[in-house]
């Protein structure tokens, strides 16, 4: 398939998606507005259709809630055969929701970057102007509403807030949550429906998920109680980094339209400032997420690892040794007897890993996509190209699917998955 073809076809699956105000992530599985991938649809967009891309970051800033944060799944349509539905979040009586319905936790901040990057591409002021706030104010909120030790470090309260869901990142902090037959409300799951059960999260891991939804209701979505009494609490790499990239984004929009950068140069220099000491491992090589419940570091490598790179966090001693003890490596996350393609979710030698299971293995192309970025600003160019080169030919051999085994480029979850379209438009424009 040539590169005409392909940007036709990635076209087609956005067009197909398309629900007016917003994109679904997928014809089935996703028939709602997701965050992040509301962000990187709107990248993909940009490059042919420049207001629609500027309407779906309206559709999803539409959604914030009066403290700031911008929630995860936005319910535009009402609800659907889509479980957890709108009102199992219990959130319209909050006084700190917002006027849309919608879940009650967030995902990773990619937006203030892709706003930024359509900006650079394409300057458009007025919009710039109209969403600069917004993003402030959800920045702020991330930075102090789920700020517990004074760090700054914003802290997870539920694993889909790290959008990587099942990750073995969480096992151990899950497995300490012993939930009840009272604290699991009824439900149903319906991400099998479309989907192999065993390409998602084992049945367990989903009634601990339902478990923490019911503790945030419990507790009225109270920033302060969710922080003191959460029991999943987690400062995430992936997370962390995306935010200051994002903050760094923020810093040049406010340049740009002549604001103030004073709260934004402080978010900068505190996450700087403690970041390697809480993530850092330098006996490995590595960074590690942190388990704030028990104080200690999660001692699992997963793809997460390379994304401060994608923020610039690590020092060019710290990316040599990612590259060459990580990436470069066929038992980790290089092709070798037992994979053929990058990048591997979790490294393929820990005892979690699984090639065809959400994000306990399969590769994903916007993971692809940020740690690319990372690369090439650290000057590792080849290891990026390779990046690229392997996320446009999974999407050749098994079209545009939700994430793909790193063994045989099999497509797994979703079909027609708008960020793996979205991302290739940009893959292919920027080349």
């Known amino acids: 398939m040539n590169t005409t073809e392909l940007l036709s076809q990635a076209r087609a699956v956005l067009r197909l998606n398309d629900a007016g105000e917003f994109t679904k ?37 539409r959604a914030q809630w009066r403290d700031g944060m911008v929630p995860h799944i936005i319910y535009h ?54 969403v600069y706030r917004q993003l402030v104010a959800w920045h702020r909120w991330l930075h102090t509403a789920r700020d517990i030790d004074g ?21 151990e902090a899950l497995d300490r949550i012993t939930p009840t037959r009272a604290s699991v409300p009824p439900f149903k799951r319906r991400d099998t429906v479309h989907v192999a059960a065993d390409e998602r999260p084992f049945a367990p891991d989903y009634e601990r998920f339902v478990h923490l939804i019911d503790l945030g209701r419990r507790l009225r979505w109270e920033p302060h109680a969710l922080m003191d009494q959460m029991p999943f609490l987690i400062q995430n790499v ?19 339209l002549s604001q103030d950068t004073c709260e934004i140069d402080g978010w900068l220099a505190r996450t700087r400032a403690v970041f390697d000491a809480r993530f850092w491992d330098a006996t490995r090589g590595l960074y590690l997420d942190y388990d ?24 060019p001693a710290q990316a040599a040794r990612l590259v060459a003890e990580h990436f470069d490596n066929p038992v980790e996350y290089a092709p070798g007897a037992d994979s053929v393609y990058r ?32 690369l090439r600003r650290y000057g590792f160019h080849a290891q990026a190209d390779m990046l690229m080169r392997d996320s446009l030919a999974l999407i050749r051999q098994s079209g545009f699917r939700e994430y793909y085994d790193p063994r045989d480029a099999s497509g797994c979850g979703a079909v027609d998955f708008c960020w793996s379209a979205a991302l290739a438009i940009d893959i292919l424009n920027e080349r």
């Open 151 to 171: 760090t700054g470090l914003m802290c997870l309260i539920h694993p889909w807030e790290s959008g990587m869901d099942n990750s073995p990142l969480w096992a």
């Open 292 to 315: 704030v419940r028990v104080k200690m570091p999660i001692r699992v490598n997963a793809c997460s690892t390379f994304a401060p790179l994608f923020a610039g966090l690590a020092t």
């Open 343 to 374: 990048l591997p979710s979790a490294a393929k030698n820990e005892p979690g890993y699984s090639a065809r299971r959400y994000w306990c293995g399969p590769v994903w192309i916007h993971i692809n996509w940020l740690i690319a970025d990372g």
């Open 238 to 256: 992936l997370f962390c980094s995306i935010l200051h990239r994002a903050d760094q984004d923020l810093r040049q929009m406010a340049l740009e």
């Open 77 to 130: 349509t009402g609800k659907s055969d889509y479980f957890p539905p709108p009102e199992f979040w219990q959130t319209e009586n909050l006084a700190h929701a917002g006027s849309v319905a919608s879940s009650a936790i967030t995902q990773p901040p990619v937006l203030a970057t892709m706003v930024w990057l359509i900006h650079e591409r394409t300057p458009s002021m007025d919009f710039l102007r109209e």
């Open 25 to 61: 992530p997928s014809p089935h599985q996703y028939p709602h507005q997701w965050n992040w991938d509301a962000a990187f649809i709107a990248l993909g967009l940009s490059h042919y259709d420049l207001p629609r891309a500027f309407t779906e970051v309206r559709s999803l800033l």
